[in-house]
C-alpha cells in the first residue's frame, strides 16, 4: 500500500513537472513572410516578436541572420524571458533543410548596431570612440533573475555599447555588459561567443548576484573602459567550462575576467590568452572572492601592473582564495609577476599544484608538483615584432603519443616531455590514455583524454599484458606498486581531512568526526565526536576552541595534564591503544631531545588514527625522536616544521625517512611559528610526496 503510494506520489510530481517544461516551438527566421511563428515557413523574421510571446518552457529556434532589438533606442535590449529557450544555428529556409543545424555555419547573431553601421577595428579600445558604434544599443541581451531552465544556445552576441555612467554594484544596471547582463538568477549558456562588445565595466558580460554557468563559449576582441574586458562577475557564482577568453582588453585590471565582491569564479578547461588590461591581471583579476581553476590555458595575457596572468587581491587586502590546479602558464608579462597575490594575502590562500609555469615575464617560486623549466610543449606561442600574442599547442611532446588538435589526430614526437607522469602518484590519473604510466602528468591536459602518453623506450607494446599498469610491456613490481597505491581510491568510506591552520586538523568519516588540536576556529561547527590534545600548551589545548566543536556527546582525549585541566574525559599514553569503534586510537610519544619545552617526563603525546582503510599520523610537538621508526604503515603523516618548539623542516624531512609515509603534510607553520618557506624547504627536502595545505582546505584521502 505505501509504495503504491509512493507512485501515485511520484506521478503526480512528474506531471507537475512536465506541466512545465512542455512548451511550443517557436520559429524565427529572416526568410519567412512572417506569421505565427508556428513552422519555418511561417516563422517570425524577427527575434524580438518571438521574445514578445514565448512563455516558460517554449523554445525558439532562430536561423542564421543578424537580429536587432525592438525599438531604435539605445536603452533597447532582448529581454530573455526565465525558463526560455534560445537556439540559434539553423539553416532555416535560405538552406535545402531548414532544420539543418550548424553554429559556426549558420551564424545567429544578436547584434547591437541599430543602425547596421558599425565599423570594425583593429584594437578592441578602438570600440569606446569608435563613431559608427554611438548609437549602438547599451545592453545586446538582459536577463532578470533567470533559472537554469533559461538557455541561450548557438548565439554570437555583438555590438553592445555600454557608455552610461553609474555604479553597477549600487544599481545593477548601466555601467557595464555591453553584450549581456545578467541580474540574478542561474541561466545556461552554451556554444555562445561574445564579439566586440564594450562597456565600462564587463565588455561583454556584467553578472551581478547571480550564478550563470557558461560552456563552450568565446570571449574575443571586447572591451572595458575600466576593468574586465570580457566578464565581471560581481558577488554570485559564476562557472566557465570549455570556454575561451582571447584577446580581450581591459583599461584598468582584468584584461579577460574580473572576480569581485564575494563573488565565486570557477574556471575549468578553459583557455585565456592574449588578454591585456593597463592595470592588475593581464587575464584575470579577483579582488575579494574565491577562484578555482582547472586544466586551464594562461598563454600571453598582459599586464601594465602586476599578475601578467592572475592578479590576486588589491591594497585593501579583503579575503581572496585561489587554487590553481593542473593549469599551463605561459608567455604571460607584467611588471611584475605572472601570478600575483597583494603582500597582505600570503599563502596559504593562495594554492598552485601541477601547474607547469614557464616561460613569462618573470619566474613563480611554487611547491612541489609544478614545473617551471621546459615542458617541451608541442608549440610554444610567441609575442610577434608588432607585440602581438601568436598562441601556440600546449599538448606535451611524446615519442609514444601526442594529441594532434589541428589534426584531430594522434601524433609521435622525437622527445618526450618530462611533465609526463611528473604528477602526484597518489591522485589518480583519471582518463588518460594508455599507456599512461600509473601516474598522472603535470599541465592543462593532464588527467584527460588528451593527456600525452607515457614513453619507456621500447615504442608500443606488441601485446597488451595483463597486469602491466604502466605500460612500459612488463609486468614487474613498478605495476605493483603503482596498483598498491591507487588500490584504496574506490573505497566506499571516504575519509576527509582538512588543515585548520597551526596543528589544527578536522578528520571525519560518514560514521565519525575527529578534530585535533583545534585552534583559531572560526565559526561553531559543533559536530566532533572526538578532540584529541597532543599536550597542554595553549596552542593545542584551547579549551574556547574544543566549546566551538564540541556538541553534547564529544569526548577528549589527551595526555593526563590535560584531562584533569578540562576536568572529562580520556587520558591516553604513549603506547597505548584505545579502540572507540569507529575509530582506533594509538598514542606516540612526542618530546623534545634538544630542547626543554616539551619534556619527555610529561608523557605529552602525538597521535596514529585508524579509520577505516587508512593510518594517520599526526605527530603533536615533538622532535625527530626513535618511536618513529615504529608506527608501521602510514597513510598519512603530519609533521611539524616551524622549528624552535619542534623539528625544523629539515629535521622533519628526515623523519620521513623513518615513518615513510605515503603523504606527508606540513604543520606548527604559518601562525605562532615557522613559515611557508619551511614548509617548502620541507617539500624539497622529504623522502615522500607532500602536500603543503592551505588553512581550510580539505582533501580526500
Ligand atoms: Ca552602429
Ligand atoms: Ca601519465
Ligand atoms: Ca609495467
Given at each position: 500500500m505505501k509504495k503504491a503510494r509512493t507512485i501515485l506520489f511520484a506521478v503526480v510530481i512528474l506531471s507537475v513537472c512536465c506541466e512545465l517544461v512542455i512548451g511550443k516551438v517557436i520559429y524565427v527566421d529572416p526568410s519567412a513572410s512572417g506569421g505565427t511563428g508556428a513552422t519555418w515557413q511561417d516563422a517570425f523574421t524577427q527575434l524580438h516578436a518571438a521574445l514578445a510571446v514565448a512563455k516558460a518552457g517554449d523554445v525558439i529556434l532562430v536561423a542564421a541572420g543578424t537580429y536587432r532589438p525592438a525599438q531604435q533606442v539605445r536603452t533597447a535590449t532582448f529581454t530573455i524571458p526565465s525558463g526560455v529557450v534560445i537556439r540559434g544555428g539553423y539553416a532555416g529556409l535560405a538552406g535545402p533543410d531548414?532544420?539543418?543545424r550548424d553554429v559556426g555555419r549558420y551564424r545567429t547573431v544578436l547584434s547591437g548596431d541599430l543602425a547596421g553601421n558599425d565599423v570594425t577595428v583593429a584594437d578592441p579600445c578602438q570600440l569606446w570612440t569608435e563613431p559608427s558604434r554611438m548609437e549602438n544599443a547599451y545592453?545586446?541581451?538582459?536577463?532578470n533573475n533567470a533559472d537554469p531552465s533559461t538557455i541561450l544556445d548557438g548565439l554570437v552576441i555583438t555590438g553592445g555599447l555600454e557608455t552610461r555612467t553609474g555604479n553597477p554594484r549600487l544599481d545593477g544596471g548601466p555601467g557595464g555588459g555591453g553584450g549581456m547582463v545578467i541580474n540574478g538568477g542561474n541561466p545556461t549558456i552554451l556554444d555562445c561567443s561574445f564579439v566586440s562588445n564594450a562597456g565600462r565595466s564587463g565588455g561583454a558580460i556584467l553578472c551581478i548576484n547571480a550564478g550563470p554557468r557558461m560552456s563552450r563559449c568565446r570571449f574575443e576582441g571586447n572591451y572595458a573602459l575600466t576593468e574586465a574586458g570580457a566578464v565581471v562577475a560581481k558577488a554570485g557564482?559564476?562557472?566557465l567550462e570549455d570556454c575561451q577568453v582571447v584577446g580581450n582588453v581591459a583599461g584598468t585590471d582584468g584584461g579577460g575576467l574580473v572576480n569581485r565582491d564575494s563573488a565565486r569564479l570557477s574556471l575549468k578547461g578553459c583557455s585565456i590568452a592574449g588578454n591585456r588590461s593597463s592595470g592588475h591581471g593581464g587575464g584575470i583579476f579577483a579582488h575579494n572572492g574565491t577562484v578555482t581553476i582547472d586544466h586551464c590555458i594562461f598563454a600571453g595575457n598582459k599586464a601594465g601592473a602586476n599578475g601578467g596572468a592572475i592578479k590576486i587581491g588589491d591594497a585593501f587586502?579583503?579575503?581572496d582564495r585561489l587554487s590553481l590546479n593542473f593549469c599551463t602558464v605561459t608567455g604571460n608579462i607584467a611588471r611584475v609577476g605572472v601570478v600575483h597575490w597583494q603582500g597582505a594575502l600570503l599563502p596559504p590562500s593562495v594554492s598552485i599544484t601541477h601547474c607547469i609555469i614557464w616561460a613569462n615575464s618573470d619566474q613563480l617560486t611554487v611547491g612541489a608538483r609544478n614545473w617551471s623549466s621546459d615542458p617541451v610543449f608541442a608549440n610554444s606561442g610567441h609575442w610577434d615584432q608588432e607585440g602581438r600574442w601568436i598562441d601556440g599547442d600546449y599538448h606535451l611532446k611524446s615519442q609514444a603519443g601526442r594529441w594532434d588538435p589541428a589534426g584531430q589526430t594522434w601524433v609521435q614526437d622525437d622527445v618526450t616531455s618530462p611533465c609526463i607522469d611528473a604528477g602526484d602518484p597518489l591522485l589518480p590519473v583519471g582518463e588518460e590514455p594508455f599507456p599512461n604510466g600509473g601516474i598522472v602528468n603535470i599541465g592543462a591536459y593532464a588527467g584527460t583524454w588528451q593527456a600525452s602518453k607515457s614513453y619507456f623506450g621500447n615504442g608500443p607494446c606488441q601485446t597488451i599484458l595483463a597486469g602491466d599498469i604502466?605500460?612500459?610491456c612488463k609486468v614487474?613490481?613498478?605495476?605493483?606498486?603503482?596498483?598498491?597505491?591507487?588500490?584504496?581510491e574506490d573505497h566506499k568510506e571516504k575519509v576527509h581531512l582538512q588543515w585548520l591552520g597551526h596543528s589544527a586538523f578536522k578528520i571525519w568519516t560518514?560514521?565519525?568526526?575527529?578534530?585535533?588540536?583545534?585552534?583559531?576556529?572560526?565559526?561553531?561547527?559543533g559536530d566532533a565526536t572526538y578532540v584529541l590534545c597532543s599536550h597542554s600548551h595553549g596552542d593545542h589545548y584551547s579549551p574556547g576552541d574544543i566549546a566551538k566543536v564540541a556538541g553534547p556527546g564529544t569526548q577528549l582525549i589527551g595526555p593526563a595534564d590535560v584531562i584533569s585541566s578540562y576536568g572529562k574525559g580520556i587520558v591516553l599514553t604513549p603506547g597505548q591503544s584505545l579502540d572507540l569503534g569507529a575509530v582506533r586510537l594509538i598514542g606516540v610519544r612526542a618530546c623534545n631531545t634538544n630542547k626543554t619545552n616539551h619534556p619527555k617526563a610529561n608523557n605529552w603525546l602525538g597521535f596514529?588514527?585508524?579509520?577505516?582503510g587508512k593510518r594517520i599520523y599526526h605527530a603533536g610537538d615533538t622532535d625527530l625522536i626513535d618511536e618513529m621508526k615504529g608506527l608501521g604503515l602510514i597513510d598519512v603523516a603530519m609533521l611539524p616544521v616551524g622549528g624552535t618548539y619542534t623539528m625544523n623542516a629539515t629535521e622533519a624531512a628526515t623523519a620521513t625517512t623513518h615513518i615513510q609515509p605515503r603523504l606527508a603534510i606540513p604543520m606548527h607553520w604559518g601562525t605562532i611559528v615557522g613559515s611557508l618557506a619551511d614548509a617548502q624547504t620541507f617539500a624539497q627536502k622529504a623522502a615522500c610526496p607532500v602536500q603543503i595545505m592551505s588553512v581550510g582546505q580539505t582533501i580526500e584521502l
Open positions: 531548414p532544420n539543418a545592453n545586446v541581451v538582459t536577463l557564482d559564476l562557472t587586502g579583503a579575503a604502466n605500460g612500459d614487474d613490481a613498478m605495476d605493483l606498486q603503482l596498483l598498491a597505491l591507487h588500490w584504496l560518514s560514521q565519525v568526526v575527529i578534530y585535533v588540536d583545534p585552534y583559531k576556529i572560526s565559526g561553531s561547527p596514529v588514527i585508524e579509520i577505516p
